[in-house]
């Protein structure tokens, strides 16, 4: 289990740091992309990434259409999930693709920690 | 009763001009019953005489009225009210006409063109009086009139000339007016007495003889009658009913009873009813025998018609007499006919009362021609007679008297122009008199403070006028302020710079409104909405009239208003504002979350605490930052106008709506935001303006733009036009529906569901720029809407 990386996806390079640095305190391996075309590169190409937490808001792609679009891409076989943060107030489980956790920000530890674990076990 | 009328039309006038109206109606109801008899039932009415004499002095309804009091008290002994209502018309006609044409020649004129033919049409038609008299009573009518009409404009010429009154409610009478009553009063007088005098003969005469008559008839019948009786009675002596048919029988067998005499009635014993002796001869006997009956010892009798004695039915009168009858009979009755006779002595009446009347005709018209010619004459007499002719004669005689005749001509006409004309002033004095009260009241009663005021050679303006209500409102005695200086002394300083901006005076034809705040007495202030006309008044000065409205309630409400439309803009900007708050939020979390853990797992120095620290603090600004800038434009409208940068407002909404835009993937572009012009009005009004105005383009690209695959454009321009400075929004959400386009501004209109839009905003962004003197337009381009608010640019 120890190799099966988190990837974290935000256009704000500082909340992507500070999380990184807090899944490493609670012994969680995470890689950092501030770019959702950067990210959904590298998803594909690592295969020790087991899940995606990724800003629903962002510049160049939004974190729906990255789940989406990164879903599409992966091979069979290879099994992802995905963690929506928004600071957004406004949107619904239903303008989101299925089998997605969505968190507000600002999240709180525990709901992190328990979707990390259970889709890390 | 002149000194009653005198000041009727000043002073406490109604009272004593009611009361002058009742005297006078009383009095001609009086006189209205004690007539003067010319013979055959023809009276002169003395009631008109008084009406008349008041002509010049009263009010034309009051006159009026007291015509119509005194005949209808009159009527009752007529019997018929239309004389009452003629004499009404009369009285009518002449004080109507009385500015314009002489009474005389008013009332000759009435009598032609209407009073006579009344007479003709009500006398004859309606009462059914033989033609010949109805014309009879027609003509003197019309004397009768003639007659009060010069009497009393003699008497009105009396009272003047004793009294000499120099108001306009007593105007001068025209010396053709004097002339012509004279004369007429000179001719009528004798010929009536003279027709009174031999009528009363006349008919004394007739009757006496008739009388004579009708005693020899008495005896004759009274003979045959006797004669006959004892053929019918005999052997008959049961009940008086038996007797009454008896004597039916006997009487109707006495042949020719009263000779040729006249016809016999008789009455028997014990019965009311009179029984014609031999067949009854006219058909209208039996009226005439009851009046007979009832005059002790007999005289003229006539059938009556509306209870109209002697004129009426001259056909059918005659002289009755009663007496004794023989045997069973009680009384007879004789009715000798005098119709012819009657008839005869009218003509004689007809003859005198016709010529009177041409002749009085003939003398109006004389004098109206040469009334000019007469007065010179009149006054040539006058003058001689005082001796002033002597000096004349030293001159030469012939120039002097064309330049005399001139002269006197032109005096006249001018008096005669002055006497009418103050007539008129009389009657559109009380028109003006009524309309200023009402204009009085409203001016004190009207919930608006109304003011004039008059620019003279002064620097200040005198006023005119101004109504208490102004000091009902600021609540100061009335007379706490001299002079104008008030409203300088109580304007509200941040008015003062505004109000004072404006010329104070306003040019010609010019409507100028304003809003400022006055102190109250208890230093609050009240908004006033004060509108001002200035025109040139009559005497070539500048007057301005303005009403002031009292609009504290309208501006509190106003001002709510607008702040609500705030509020739910801000409301409208929640999602994009939760959304820049929840980033901050976020990062603090994260740090304190590291921290704690750092510390719990003992990793962190406390150099990375504090770093960590730092961080928070820059994140509590940048949330702090996003507060701030909706707290300003949350808050009310502190400050007054000022000069502000339009495109650095542009900026500063720009910023505000970023994160909305954002939040909703809307682009917003901003062009030509360098520009330097400057407008005067309250910053946060501007704001609105276009807060509004984006705001809305966000909403129409969102609506329509949200299932589509295109991408939201909004951008806001500005420009220098001229002295305008323009803003231009414009967006790619499909334009305004042309179902709508006329009612966007409207307030409360909305296309969107009660709970997301109020519909004041265009409304409010509309009103807004009309209030700093500009404008907002729209029209519809390819694929979108484009606003443009124009505002004047400050010089």
Known sequence: MQRRKVLLVDDDLEIANEMKELLEFI??????ENSALEARK???????IACVVTDFRMAELDGAKLVSEVRQALPEGRDVRFIILTGMVNISQETLPTDVLLLAKPFKLEEMTQGLGSILG | MMTVLEKTIDGQGRYREILGCLLVSILAAVLNMLPISLGWGLDIILGP?????????MRPSLLVLAAACSGAVSAMIWHHPWAALILTCEAAIIVGLRARILPIIADLAFWVVLGMPLVLLT????????PHTALLVAQKQAINGLLAVSCGEL??????????PCQSAFPRIPMEG????????TCALPVLFFTRVVSLQDQTAIIDRAGIRANAGLMIANLKIAARLPHCQKGHNSGPSQLTQDLTQCLQNVKGAGGNLGRVYARPAGSTTFLPVGAPIEPGDSELVTRAARTKGGGLVVAQAFGTPLMTSLAQAAVGKSGPGPGKIANLIILVPVASQVMLAQNLQSRSISLLLFLIAALILI?????????????????????????ANENEMVPFEISEREVFSEIEYFSRQISDASLRVADQQLALRSSQRQLENIATKAPVIIYAFRYGSGNEPAPLLLSNKLWEVLGYPPTTFKGLGWWRELLHPDDHAAVMREKLAPSVGQLKAKEYRLRRSDGQFVWFLDSVFAEQSEVGALETVGVMIDVSEFKIVEQQLLHADKMASLGRMAVGIAHEINQPLQIISLLALNVQKGIE?????????????ESMQLQVQRARKIIDQMKMYGGNYGAGPERVNIAQVVQSVMAMVAPQFQASAISLHGERLSNSAEIIANRVAVEQILLNLILNAHDAVLSTLQHSRQHGVVTVACRREGNSAIVTVSDNGGGVPCTIRDRIFEPFFTTKPATEGTGLGLGIAHGLARNIGGDIHFENVADGAVFTVSLPIAT
């Open chain 1, 27 to 32: 012994g969680v391996t995470a890689v950092v």
């Open chain 2, 178 to 185: 004097v002339i012509m009553a004279s004369l007429i009063v």
């Open chain 2, 601 to 613: 797992l003992d990793r962190y120095s406390p150099d990375n605490v504090l770093a960590k620290i």
């Open chain 1, 42 to 48: 590298r998803v594909i190409e690592d295969q020790d």
């Open chain 2, 155 to 164: 008497a009105y010429c009396l009272y003047w000339i004793v009294y000499k």
């Open chain 2, 123 to 130: 006398y004859s038609g309606i009462m059914d009086m033989a």
């Open chain 2, 49 to 57: 005489f008084v009406i008349m004499a008041c002509v010049r002095v």
């Open chain 2, 367 to 391: 004098v109206s021609v040469f009334a000019v010619e007469l007065k010179v004459a009149m006054q040539r007499v006058v003058d001689k007679a005082m001796g002033l002719s002597r000096a």
